[in-house]
């Protein structure tokens, strides 16, 4: 158990949807970290936040958007939801943005856009 | 940018064969390496680190070793489970910036 949960672990919804994924780090871990998995592309950082700024941002779309609260846990906003949106979204925490220090992933959320 | 290059697979393997699997990077400066083990439906877990040159990261009979001449940190196990059936992922990590992944390589051992 990595100490980071993430909710739901399934979601199915229809395109032009909107959804909230949300992500508790590991106690102590002031970093959060948003990736997107799929098949074809590997997995992709979309966005990092470190003790509720955002830090760091990769390939996210506009229609996405993230957050990180003052109690740490962060929520990823998907919206005007594709068929190519699809993927395994991880959360991933550490406890500094720090070079030496892992990452430690929850379990992800299954997103299918039907 | 930064990218790491990881064999491509899939990988089998009989029972208590040797792994190896080939991982070179490209960063800037002197980023950290890992490896991450990922089962089925699960998130990637952290397999072992080396933070500097020369630096061997050992957990569970795997072993990587850091090699800043050659740009690369390959994983290698001397005699493979069955249990170790997954997909692993090399990935680099600067001071100050995110992780940057490879594609993975899913391997399977068969008894």
């Known amino acids: 158990d990595s100490g980071v949960t993430q909710t739901p672990k399934h979601l199915i919804t229809a395109t032009g949807q909107r959804v909230t994924l949300r992500c508790s780090p590991r106690?102590?871990?002031?970093?959060v970290y948003w990736y997107q998995q799929s098949l074809d592309q590997g997995l992709q950082f979309l966005i990092q936040y470190y003790n509720g700024e955002e830090r760091a941002k990769g390939n996210i779309l506009e229609r996405f958007s993230a957050q990180q609260f003052p109690d740490l846990h962060s929520e990823l906003n998907l919206s005007s939801l594709e068929l190519g949106d699809s993927a395994l979204y991880f959360c991933?925490?550490?406890?500094?943005?720090?070079?030496?220090?892992?990452?430690?992933f929850g379990n992800g959320t299954r997103l299918t856009v039907t | 940018g930064d990218s790491v290059t990881q064999m491509e697979g899939p990988v089998t393997l009989s029972e208590e064969a040797f792994l190896t699997i080939n991982c070179t990077y490209t960063?800037?400066?002197?980023?950290?390496l890992f490896w991450y083990v990922q089962y089925p439906g699960e998130g990637l877990q952290l397999l072992l680190k080396?933070?500097?040159?020369?630096d061997k990261g050992s957990n569970k009979g795997f072993e990587a070793t850091y090699r800043k001449e050659t740009t690369s940190f390959h994983l290698e196990k001397g005699s493979v489970q069955v249990s170790d059936s997954a997909v692993y992922f090399c990935a680099l990590r600067r001071e100050g910036s995110k992780s940057t992944f490879g594609d993975g390589t899913t391997l399977t051992v068969k008894p």
């Open positions: 080396a933070t500097k040159a020369d």
């Open positions: 106690s102590g871990d002031l970093s």
């Open positions: 960063a800037t400066g002197y980023p950290s």
């Open positions: 991933a925490s550490s406890e500094t943005g720090g070079s030496n220090s892992p990452l430690h």
